[in-house]
């Protein structure tokens, strides 16, 4: 019996800088998940999240820069898990409209960010839908296409995001009722251990707050922050309590518990609050400084981490361009030849579908994969030489779809294009290999 790994999902939105919160509440825990044998992990950067809450280009741009170096940094191996750019992922988008002709807009009237928007405009004596965006109310569907599409069995989140699992359960159950037993019904996993820390104001860190400490600012940087953090007027000798200190949240989420009680017993002591919050620099800089390095390697990089998410999406694509093949054909997004061969066209024994290898008066070189009664089905741009050409054809007889993918995910301009429905190019591929 094949042992199935358990698929573990989960994204980070390109809004901007990663910080602290988002590295002990998200980075470093899923880091340390991705190095599980017994699961199979996909992150990715959830940049079409990201249009619901930003409207500013570049700084979507430069935090998927930054969002992946920090991931990679701080001991993400792409080679280990699946690891990819959410807009990279072509059939996503296509099962989000799948899945929004299954969900009912009275479950998606429920959401709760939805339901904070029109109770927002409703205590001011707006309109309800007063600027709330079509992209807003269809989050969850687009959430519970990221979900459905790997077949994830798990999901972290927080508490405050277990309702997206639940209505992407909902979602799976509604569209498996009507076509077959297609998706599996994820489970929300909340690590109650995993901190949520608090900002230098001693409110939820949070950008929309502007109270963060960036994950992989220079020292002096991190230093003036901390110092920033806000304490009580106690002085030195007095006891302080560690109950609602951001300093010492942010100290625990970093630290070991002997080193958690030792600074307990300090605060009981009278600590000045200096002495404290260099106490903190000196633990969260020796964490973070050596990571800081490859950090900025990184992102003085971008070529070398768009070839890590192009390859990720090439990996990723392998599973949802066959998978999404699969549903269209569920829902009856069938290509209209294969009826046609099966009820109306007389194919020879013999007939098989081919590549066709020519030369262009461009002086390029190109072929096609025709089926048996001569349709393109997939068609090659232009190569320098019949040996690339060759070279091509040979990938894709011999690895199929992760073939097409990878050339699509290593040249700014992919070198093949689909003339017909992939499911159908899927099979023909399959029978040439066979052959």
Avoid at 7 to 20: D, S
Avoid at 256 to 272: P, W, Y
Wanted: net charge neutral; aromatic share 8%; charged share 25%.
């Amino acid at each position: 019996m094949k042992f199935e790994r358990t698929r573990v999902l989960t994204g980070i939105t390109t809004t901007g800088t990663p910080h602290l919160g988002n590295y002990v509440g998200a980075i470093r825990p899923t880091v340390q998940a991705s190095r599980n044998l017994e699961t199979e992990g996909f992150y990715f950067l959830a940049d079409y999240h990201a249009l619901i809450k930003c409207d500013e280009p570049s700084r979507i741009q430069r935090s998927t820069l930054e969002i992946a170096a920090s991931w990679i940094a701080s001991g993400l191996d792409p080679e280990q898990v699946t690891f990819y750019r959410q807009s990279d992922i072509p059939e996503i988008p296509e099962l989000t409209w799948f899945l929004t002709c299954v969900s009912g807009k009275g479950l998606l009237n429920r959401a709760h960010a939805y339901k904070a928007a029109t109770d927002k405009n409703h205590a001011a004596g707006h309109d309800t839908d007063a600027d709330v965006t079509a992209g807003l109310f269809m989050y969850p569907v687009l959430m519970g296409a990221d979900i459905l599409m790997f077949k994830a069995h798990k999901v972290p989140v927080g508490r405050d995001q277990i309702q997206h699992i639940e209505m992407a359960r909902d979602m799976a159950a509604s569209f498996n009722h009507l076509y077959g037993e297609h998706f599996v019904l994820p489970e929300a996993v909340v690590e109650e251990s995993v901190a949520l820390l608090p900002g230098l104001d001693g409110r939820k860190m949070s950008k929309s707050y502007d109270n963060t400490i960036p994950l992989f600012a220079p020292s002096t940087q991190i230093r003036k922050q901390i110092n920033a953090i806000v304490t009580d007027s106690r002085a030195p000798g007095e006891p302080k309590a560690t109950e609602g200190s951001a300093l010492f949240q942010i100290y625990q989420a970093f630290a070991s518990a002997d080193e958690t009680a030792q600074l307990a017993k300090a605060f009981s002591e009278g600590i000045a609050w200096g002495d404290a919050k260099q106490m903190l620099f000196e633990r969260v800089d020796r964490e973070v400084a050596p990571m800081r390095a490859t950090y900025e390697d990184l992102v003085q990089n971008p070529i070398q981490v768009e070839k890590i998410l192009r390859a990720g999406a090439a990996k990723a694509r392998i599973r949802s361009a066959s998978f999404m093949a699969e549903l269209r054909h569920a829902v009856g997004l069938r290509p209209l030849s294969a009826q046609l061969t099966a009820k109306n066209v007389k194919v020879s024994k013999a007939a098989a579908a081919s590549f066709k290898q020519y030369r262009e008066k461009d002086g390029q070189f190109y072929f096609k994969l025709v089926d048996p009664q001569g349709a393109i089905m997939l068609q090659s741009r232009g190569f320098t030489s019949p040996r690339d050409a060759g070279l091509a054809i040979g990938q894709l007889i011999e690895n199929g779809i992760s073939a097409l993918l990878t050339l699509e995910s290593q040249l700014e301009t992919p070198p093949l294009a689909l003339h017909m429905d992939i499911s159908e190019t899927l099979k023909l591929l399959r029978e040439i290999t066979k052959k």
